[in-house]
C-alpha cells in the first residue's frame, strides 16, 4: 500500500514552485553533522521539498538529493531513479521525512560519486534488498516500502546524508576511492 | 618457484610519469630472470610511483646496471636494495577500513594515526589525496586480538575532532566463498 502510494506521489502534491539550491560540497561542516529531525507538514519544509527536486532536475545525472547538501541540516531528501540503466523497482520521484531503514540484506559493491565531493568516486558495498520508513512532506503520512537495486543504493545514499555520512566513510578499503575521470 | 639460494630486491621507480615505464622495468627484471613477486604502483599528483620486490640469483648492481636506461633521462629515480624475507603475519587480531576526510591542513594524518599507533594497531595499507580543500585520507588496519576496538575508535573521533575532520573506523566486511 505505501509502495503505490510513493509511487503516485508527485511534486506537484507539494503545491509550490521549487527554487533551484546551490550544492555545497566537502569538507563544508553540515555535510558531516546529522540532520534534525523534521516536521513534515510545515510550510518550508514543503518549500524545501521542492526545491530539492528543483535542484535534483537541474543537475546532470543526480538521481537523489539530501537537505544537508543544499546547507541545511534537516533530515530529509528526494530520489528519482527512473532513467538509470541498474534500477529495477522503481517508485518515480519521491522525498521522505526523517527516513531510516527498517531491512536491508543481499549486500552488493558499486562505484558511487556525489554531487558533494565532486572531484572522488568510490566503491561501497550496500544492501540490494532495502525496506525504508519515512514521512511524506505536506500530508505527513508515514510510509513502509520496499525496494532493490539502484534505487536501494540510492536511498541509502541518501540516508547517509541525513545522518552525516558521505559514502568516503564507506571506502571499501584504502584503494576504493578513485579520482573521478569523468565530469557530469 | 623456489626461493633457495635466491635473494629477494626492493625496487622503486620515482618521478616523471610517460608511457613505457613499467614495461622497461618489468623487461629489465625479465631479462636477468628475476621473478616479480608483489608490486605496487600509483600516480601521486601525477608523479609515478613504483615499488616491487623481485627474487632470482643476481647481485644488486646487475639489477642497476639492467635498468640504467630508465633514469637516464634524468627525471626517474631509481632504488635497487636487497631485503630480507618477511615472516607472515600471525593469525589473529581484527581488520579495520578507517577514513578520514575534511579541510585540508598541516598533522591531520599524523595525529590520527597516532592513535592507531599507540594501540598497537598496525596499518597494512594507506592511500592519502588532496582535492582542492579537500583531504582524505582511507587507511587499513589491523588491531590486536585484545584491543578494545571502541576505545581505539573513539580516541580517532576526539583526534579528528580536535582536528576539525571527521573519522569512520569500521570492520573490514569479508564475505568469504
Known amino acids: 500500500m505505501s509502495s503505490e ?11 509550490v514552485e521549487g527554487r533551484v539550491l546551490d550544492v555545497v560540497r566537502a569538507p563544508a561542516g553540515v555535510l558531516s553533522t546529522r540532520g534534525d529531525d523534521v516536521d513534515p507538514t510545515a510550510p518550508e519544509t514543503v518549500q524545501l521539498a521542492a526545491d530539492l527536486v528543483a535542484t535534483m532536475r537541474v543537475s546532470p545525472g543526480c538521481v537523489g538529493l539530501a537537505a544537508n547538501q543544499v546547507g541545511v541540516g534537516l533530515r530529509m531528501f528526494c530520489v528519482d531513479v527512473t532513467e538509470h540503466p541498474k534500477s529495477r523497482t522503481l517508485h518515480g520521484t519521491f522525498v521522505l521525512c526523517n527516513a531510516e531503514i527498517v531491512e536491508s540484506s543481499r549486500n552488493e559493491k558499486a562505484r558511487e560519486g556525489c554531487m558533494s565531493v565532486p572531484d572522488f568516486t568510490g566503491d561501497v558495498k550496500r544492501a540490494s534488498r532495502l525496506t525504508v520508513r519515512g514521512q511524506i512532506p505536506g500530508t505527513g503520512e508515514e510510509v513502509v516500502f520496499a525496494t532493490d537495486a539502484f534505487e536501494a543504493r540510492a536511498l541509502q545514499h541518501e540516508i547517509d546524508h541525513t ?4 559514502f568516503l566513510d564507506r571506502a571499501a578499503g584504502a584503494h576504493a576511492i578513485y579520482p573521478r575521470q569523468t565530469y557530469l | 618457484m623456489s626461493t633457495d639460494s635466491t635473494d629477494l630486491y626492493a625496487v622503486t621507480v620515482l618521478g616523471h610519469d610517460r608511457p613505457g615505464i613499467i614495461a622497461e622495468t ?6 636477468l630472470g628475476l621473478n616479480i613477486e608483489d608490486s605496487t604502483m600509483t600516480l601521486l599528483r601525477g608523479h609515478f610511483a613504483m615499488m616491487l620486490l623481485c627474487r632470482g640469483a643476481v647481485d644488486a648492481s646487475a639489477i642497476e646496471r639492467s635498468l640504467d636506461g630508465l633514469g637516464s633521462g634524468g627525471d626517474l629515480d631509481v632504488a635497487v636494495r ?8 600471525g593469525a589473529g587480531g581484527t581488520s579495520w577500513v578507517l577514513t578520514v576526510h575534511g579541510g585540508d591542513r598541516p598533522g591531520i594524518v599524523s595525529e590520527v594515526v597516532a592513535q592507531v599507533a599507540s594501540a598497537g594497531g598496525n596499518i597494512t595499507d594507506l592511500t592519502t589525496r588532496l582535492a582542492g580543500e579537500l583531504y582524505l585520507l582511507v587507511a587499513e588496519l589491523d588491531l590486536p586480538v ?32
Open chain 2, 146 to 177: 585484545d584491543a578494545d576496538a571502541d576505545a581505539v575508535a573513539a580516541g580517532i573521533r576526539a583526534a579528528a575532532e580536535r582536528l576539525g575532520v571527521t573519522a569512520t573506523l569500521r570492520p573490514v566486511d569479508t564475505d568469504e566463498l
Open chain 1, 163 to 166: 545522518d552525516g555520512l558521505l
Open chain 1, 5 to 15: 502510494r510513493v509511487q503516485a506521489w508527485t511534486e506537484a502534491e507539494l503545491g
Open chain 2, 82 to 89: 636487497p631485503v630480507s624475507d618477511e615472516p607472515t603475519p
Open chain 2, 26 to 31: 618489468t623487461a629489465g627484471l625479465a631479462g
